[in-house]
């Protein structure tokens, strides 16, 4: 993204009364209500696996399936909300600036959240019951200075800039994911309340021996974020869900009455040949859902390699029509890879979500 002077203060000009928009149906669910009735919550499974089945190729954006493929996003959620999911997340986890200068695509990024909160909205609304629509934000695959050059001040512009996009196009949360460092979620925080009015959810990744790349434990991320005034908060992805389902613990413990979200990684990703797989069956999954309900998370999903198949099997545990088997968690038996190879491989696992 270019650097961009006073940009904070340029997006402050730009939304003076910090208005709330509506979406374009005016069916806003909230997620705080919706969990008031229900007491557990299922979110949805990958976005970025199904968009792989469907013909997306390793360094295609997937954001511009938004406005190429609306009818393949529509379909994908309209699948996920017949599984079960209460809450579907938008197609728009590489929608920053940041990330979409990787495709020249940076000026688009209100245009591209935008669609992708309008595809979302339109399949909780078809559905015939409520879904919530949640526009996920994703990192910036940027450092934050002093190790990079992005400034709290450029990071906040651009998630301002996509949140203002989400918010348009209808989404009811917006659901910052799979972050690493504590002070890019706040600049991410700051950018969406800056954009509007709405709900805000943040889900880090504890994918290094049970801390997120940048070193912080559950126990760290509860204390810090508790406070945001955040409506849920929890963990995605990660290395296995032995892992993931520590750190969630330790922010169940820390984080008060925030909602807790947890959205492991199907398993362990292993590659064969080139492609990427992972190891957990629906079963694994369902094995996750009764041990998680069970601790008292109140908001349970899947992330990386978590299909369709595995939502609806997910669904039948928490609603107990299904008798989930005893199965251990999967605990990482590789070894966390070596910096050299481990950050760009998980870059790519990053950008399929
Ligand atoms: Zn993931």
Known sequence: MEPRDNAVTAVTDQYPSHPVVMGQTGFMVSLSTLLAERSHLLVDGAM???????????????????????????A???????????????NSFGGTGFRLKLHNLQDRA??????????GRAAA???????????????????????????????????????????????DVVWIETMSSLEEVEAAVAGVRLAGDIPVAVTMSYDTAGRTMMGVSGKAAAERLAPLGLVALGANCGNNIAETEAAVLQLKVGAGDTPIIVKA????????????HYTGTPE??????????????????GCCGTSIQHI???????????????????????PAPSEGRDAPARRRRRRRE
């Open 265 to 276: 990684n199907a398993g362990i990703p292993e590659f064969k040949g080139d492609k990427l």
């Open 284 to 301: 694994v999954m369902g094995a996750h859902v009764k041990r998680m309900r069970d601790a008292g998370i109140e908001i349970i999903g």
């Open 48 to 74: 970025g696996t199904e968009l792989f089945a469907r013909g997306l190729t390793a360094g295609d954006p997937p954001e511009m399936w938004n406005l190429d493929m609306p009818d393949d996003i529509i």
């Open 312 to 334: 609806a099997y997910m669904r039948g545990v928490l609603d107990g029509t299904i008798v989930a088997p005893d199965i251990d968690a999967p605990a990482s038996n590789n």
């Open 110 to 119: 209100v245009e591209l959240s935008q669609a992708a909160a309008e595809l």
């Open 76 to 90: 994908i959620h309209r699948a996920y909300i017949d599984a079960g999911s209460d809450i579907i997340l938008t």
């Open 125 to 171: 609304d078809a559905s015939g019951r409520d879904v919530v629509v949640a526009g996920s934000m994703g990192p910036s695959g940027e450092l934050l200075v002093p190790m990079g050059e992005m400034t709290p001040e450029t990071a906040t512009a651009a998630f301002a800039e996509q949140a203002e996009g989400l918010i348009a196009g209808g989404a």
